[in-house]
């Protein structure tokens, strides 16, 4: 059961984006699981990949088309990876893209291939062309829901939000939508997710305001230090609102974040088995990169995340795994540490005020923040991660069955 966290409320329609959900039966039966995104001439994409050594092939064909011409549409399938998958995996990712190209009149480069699901197999082509020609005649840009819904794989909950802001007294929206469970760890992005605004906004731009946006959101979750390889995060701009948007454009960019963070947390909430969501923050350290490693350090450690599960204030754990962590200035006599409210540690010495009573009232909580302060300079980072529970180990464990 995902941690607070709700079905997507009311989605807004992003003018010049249209979408279609299909039932092809690529994998799966009785839900759908293939989504067709139509885009409209002049709008801009831009996109992040994971940086997984063994990408997939949608992942190679993306990167590439991306390269040579405008993007015009979207194809995105659930329940087969088409990663690890050799020459012919690269050409049924070819063909699939000529296939939806042909129908909505593009060129093959014009369309973005992407896949999530199980690896080292090879594509349903029969029921991917299949849905493709089903799917054209359904574009609407109402469709943004059974979108989120058919990218789900182990996901429990749909993954979407909409914003609307006023910028020199005219409204852009943004709408977004992710999928993501497990193997969820990001160096780049990490998952699938796609973002549309009406702004117009030009390729610099929205490189700058995608990339910034998401080393806030996407590069700071985990759930259990996998990285796929099929992660892609796209941020489109359609321009249909006429309002023009600069990556210093303040409050756009806040509404971007906004959108980017909520749909990077809605993952961890709805990790695979997750019944704790965990914000761990490291501050006033040396540098950012000691943060972030301290950060990480704790978020991915096992024996801290199953005591997380237990709801057990073994606090020895959060302090083994910041020793490990490959901090280049980390002395322990000057760390603290809290959770939530409570003092563990205070310079290097369990906190005289602490008790066990305390700290197992925090680590009960659904929500928890783990802050470890190393008094080394000004620099902070923060992760958003998960417990890892039973259900995980069945879910990964019945995965393809």
Same mark, same amino acid.
């Given at each position: ?43 801009? !994409? ?13 992942? !190679? ?61 090879? $594509? ?9 020609? *089903? ?64 702004? *117009? ?38 321009? *249909? ?14 509404? $971007? ?97 602490? !008790? ?17 302060? $190393?008094? *080394? ?25």
């Amino acid at each position: 059961m995902a941690v607070g966290l709700n079905e997507p409320g009311e989605l807004c329609a992003v003018a010049g984006v249209k979408l279609a959900s299909v039932e092809a039966g690529i994998r799966y039966q009785g839900r759908s699981d293939l989504v067709l995104m139509e885009l409209c001439e002049g709008a801009t !994409t831009a996109a992040v990949f994971t940086q997984s050594k063994c990408c997939a092939a949608p992942v !190679t064909i993306a990167k590439a088309h991306l390269s040579q011409t405008e993007a015009r549409a979207l194809l995105i399938n659930a329940g087969n990876a088409n990663a690890v998958t050799g020459e012919l995996g690269l050409a049924n990712a070819m063909k699939s893209c000529a296939a939806l190209a042909k129908h909505l009149g593009f060129a093959t480069e014009a369309v973005l291939p992407f896949s999530t699901g199980v690896i080292g197999e090879q $594509l349903n082509m029969p029921a991917l062309l299949g849905g493709i020609e *089903q799917g054209v005649s359904s574009l609407s840009e109402d469709n943004w829901l059974p979108a989120a819904e058919a990218i789900m794989t182990t996901d429990t909950v749909a993954k979407a939000i909409s914003k609307k802001i006023e910028i020199n007294g005219r409204v852009v929206t943004i709408t977004g939508m992710a999928k993501g469970s497990g193997m969820i760890c990001p160096d780049m992005a990490t998952m699938l997710a796609y973002v549309a605004t009406d702004a *117009q906004i030009d390729q610099d731009n929205l490189r700058k305001l995608l990339v910034r946006g998401t080393d806030k959101s996407f590069n700071r979750i985990t759930v259990d230090s996998d990285t796929s390889t099929n992660d892609a995060l796209v941020l489109i701009a359609t321009g *249909q609102s006429g309002v023009e948007v600069g990556a210093g454009d303040k409050a756009f960019r806040d509404a $971007l974040n906004e959108v980017l963070i909520h749909l990077a947390t809605a993952i961890i909430r709805d990790a695979e088995g997750a019944t704790k969501f965990v914000k761990i923050s490291a501050n006033k350290g040396a540098n950012q990169a000691d943060c972030r490693a301290v950060a990480y350090s704790i978020a991915h450690s096992p024996l801290v995340k199953t005591a997380l599960f237990a709801s057990d204030p073994n606090w020895g754990r959060i302090l083994m795994a910041l020793g490990k962590a490959p901090a280049q200035q980390l002395e322990l006599s000057k760390v603290d540490i809290r959770i939530g409210d409570v003092s563990l540690i205070e310079q290097g010495e369990p906190a005289p005020s602490y !008790t066990e009573e305390h700290g197992k009232a925090v680590f009960e909580q659904e929500e928890i923040t783990i802050e470890i302060t $190393l008094n *080394q300079g000004d620099d902070d980072f923060h992760v958003w991660t998960s417990d890892l529970s039973h259900d995980y180990v069945s879910i990964n464990a019945d995965y393809r069955s």
